[in-house]
């Protein structure tokens, strides 16, 4: 029996309105719901609970909102991050699924321990070719004329407790870029002033001033995000 859900009856059941995304039909298979795109292509539901927990970048499910390449938008969904996969899913009742458009932006909400996070997340940088690229980065801060960014990556290090045996741990590790928006260039860099002022080469006088008036030697995120504020205060 083939169960097709419509876009309104989405909108019923997450109280947000699917008015503007592209239809996403789902059949009904024994325990288990398989997505299927316009084009009737199969998007295998993902392998979402095989996942080390601590390779997701919010262990707690999120509320947020996604924008898709085509310009179309969703919100009040629940998301999970898979920093594995670079992908984001997301969650139908007990039902993990990833996305059949690419996702362009995601801004999310969660709880990281006691405290409330909240991440942008956005696609369309340059790859190696200059093209635009699919790849989600995690956006620091960003303005009209300079993107800090962190794309985030899978780790694995040995863990050792006395009188135990050596186990591999998963974890998230993280390399910062700058994205020049006028040259369209992604620039990676250190946390010291040597990486930034290489990457930034037009910013020269404003970098000096900067790391002046604040005593900064530019060698962490904090001083790195207050910097591209500033500078994208330039005109």
């Not at 390779?55 to 629940?78: E, H, R, T």
């Not at 369309?124 to 990556?153: A, C, M, Q, T």
Request: glycine content about 4%; hydrophobic content about 35%; some cysteine.
């Amino acid at each position: 029996m083939k169960i097709w859900i419509s876009l309104f009856m989405l909108t019923a059941i997450h109280n947000y309105s699917f008015s503007q995304l592209q239809d996403l039909s789902y059949r009904e298979h024994g325990e288990y719901l398989d997505v299927y795109d316009n084009s009737g292509n199969k998007l295998p539901a993902s392998n979402h609970s095989a996942l080390p927990n601590n390779l997701m970048l919010n262990q707690q499910w999120a509320i947020g909102s996604v924008v898709f390449d085509n310009g179309k938008q969703v919100s009040n969904l629940a998301l999970q991050f898979d920093v594995q996969k670079n992908a984001l899913h997301f969650k139908k009742d007990s039902t993990v699924y990833a996305f059949a458009d690419a996702v362009r932006a995601c801004k999310m909400t969660y709880i990281d321990g006691d405290a409330k996070k909240e991440v942008l997340l956005r696609s369309g940088y340059p790859d190696r070719n200059g093209d635009s690229s699919n790849l989600l980065y995690e956006v620091i801060n960003e303005g009209p004329n300079v993107h800090f960014l962190k794309w985030l990556k899978p780790t694995i290090y040995d863990h050792y407790d006395y009188g135990y045996a050596e186990k591999e741990i998963y974890g998230v590790a993280e390399e910062s870029y700058l994205y020049i928006v006028s040259t369209r260039k992604l620039v990676k860099i250190a946390a010291n002033e040597k990486s930034i002022s290489k990457a930034l080469t037009g910013y020269k006088e404003q970098i000096q001033k900067f790391e002046t008036d604040n005593n900064s030697k530019l060698d962490s995120d904090a001083d790195i995000s207050k910097l591209v504020t500033m500078l994208n205060e330039v005109h």
